[in-house]
């Protein structure tokens, strides 16, 4: 009898041993989900920020391209702006698919 204690003892301790384990696996799991969200996110940010400073200086560029071509001091920005203003009107009439696009591309890097 004292026997059989001893192995039902030592199963009790196995499975709390398993279950503490497998808690510690997930656990380190998420970190590294987590962690890859973060990087992917502040990767993203920080080619958004230089791609917007490369945005910027061509637009400006263009605009007073346009500006010499059109022999105006303002007309080349205010046609790069009417670009920009039709740019934004059409991601906002397609504003939900780009979110939905934008949502399932970070919900498929998380489980990478």
């Given at each position: 009898?004292?026997?059989?204690?001893?192995h039902?003892?030592?199963i009790?301790?196995?499975?709390?041993?398993?279950?503490?384990?497998?808690?510690?696996?997930i656990?380190?799991?998420?970190i590294?989900k987590?962690?890859?969200?973060?990087g992917?996110?502040?990767?993203?940010?920080i080619l958004?920020?230089?791609?917007?400073?490369?945005?910027?200086?061509?637009?400006?560029?263009a605009?007073?391209?346009?500006?010499?071509l059109?022999?105006?001091?303002?007309?080349?920005?205010?046609?790069?702006?009417?670009v920009?203003?039709l740019?934004?009107?059409?991601?906002m009439?397609?504003?939900?698919k780009v979110?939905?696009?934008?949502m399932?591309?970070i919900i498929k890097?998380?489980?990478?």
């Amino acid at each position: 009898m004292a026997e059989t204690n001893e192995h039902l003892d030592e199963i009790k301790n196995l499975a709390t041993d398993y279950a503490e384990t497998k808690i510690e696996l997930i656990k380190i799991e998420l970190i590294e989900k987590i962690a890859r969200v973060v990087g992917t996110i502040f990767t993203l940010f920080i080619l958004f920020m230089v791609l917007s400073f490369v945005l910027i200086a061509l637009s400006v560029l263009a605009g007073a391209l346009l500006n010499h071509l059109l022999n105006s001091s303002y007309l080349g920005y205010l046609i790069v702006a009417a670009v920009y203003l039709l740019e934004f009107i059409l991601l906002m009439n397609q504003r939900k698919k780009v979110v939905e696009y934008l949502m399932s591309h970070i919900i498929k890097s998380m489980y990478e």
